[in-house]
């Protein structure tokens, strides 16, 4: 089992739909969470960043963590064309170095 | 701010000649970079931990004669593939670590790196 499961899609919604990607992981030590996103032949872009449980809200994005169930969700309200890529979750240990990665969603937003 | 410059965005080169890639902190000292190797439609794959002033951790499987980092100062790591071969063709993805914020586990990428092999 992989420590961190992200469902890879490929995910296509309409234009203004909303749109919710998840991530679920297997260790209960992490306590920070993040969303990436990443077009195409670029490097990730830090998009959400969480710490332990509870919500965050940027704009269109809204970031929920539920550490009880191991459970993260990124939503995108009003979705555009310009929101098409793919968004990989990733997470760490307080103090430690590395980041761990979910593999990545593929989404497509359709006008 | 937390920008990562990376150089060059995509290299050409013959099988068996060695190919630097450089990553550089813009406006934040890291003492720890990370380099990433991603294949098409694929998640990254930590190659490499880079520290500046010590020797780089290498993950299991990864050659480190192969793939030699140099972390030379707080701003600067660079990864340089020796005798390039075809099955080296990959996009090559540096990130760094703001010293700043080291605690929350947070890193910035670099735009990558396309290198193919002929």
């Known amino acids: 089992q992989k420590e961190v499961e992200q469902d890879p899609g490929p995910l296509s919604v309409p234009e203004g739909a909303i749109v919710s990607l998840n991530c679920t992981y297997s260790?209960?030590?992490?306590?920070?969470f993040m969303w990436y996103r990443q077009y195409s032949r670029k490097g990730p872009e830090l998009l959400m960043y969480t710490y332990s449980s509870g919500n965050k809200e940027d704009g269109r994005f809204t970031a929920q963590v539920d550490k009880s169930s191991k459970y993260i969700s990124l939503f995108i309200r009003d979705s555009q064309p310009s929101d098409s890529a793919t968004y990989l979750c990733a997470m760490s240990v307080q103090g430690a170095q590395k980041l761990v990665f979910g593999q990545g969603t593929r989404l497509t937003i359709n006008p | 701010g937390a920008v990562v410059s990376q150089h060059p965005s995509w290299v050409i080169c013959k099988s068996g000649t060695s190919v630097k890639i450089e990553c550089r902190s813009l406006d934040f000292q890291a003492t720890t970079m990370f380099w990433y190797r991603q294949f098409p439609k694929q998640s990254l794959m930590l190659m490499a931990t880079?520290?500046?002033?010590?020797?780089?951790?290498?993950e299991q499987g990864v050659e480190k004669d192969k793939f030699l980092i140099n972390h030379a100062s707080l701003t600067l790591s660079t990864l340089t593939v020796t005798s390039a071969h075809p099955e080296d063709s990959s996009f090559y993805i540096c990130?760094?670590?703001?010293?700043?914020?080291?605690?929350?586990?947070?890193?910035?990428f670099g735009e990558g790196s396309r290198l193919t092999v002929l």
């Open positions: 880079s520290n500046e002033g010590s020797k780089a951790t290498y």
């Open positions: 260790n209960s030590a992490f306590q920070y």
């Open positions: 990130s760094a670590r703001d010293d700043a914020r080291a605690f929350t586990g947070e890193l910035f």
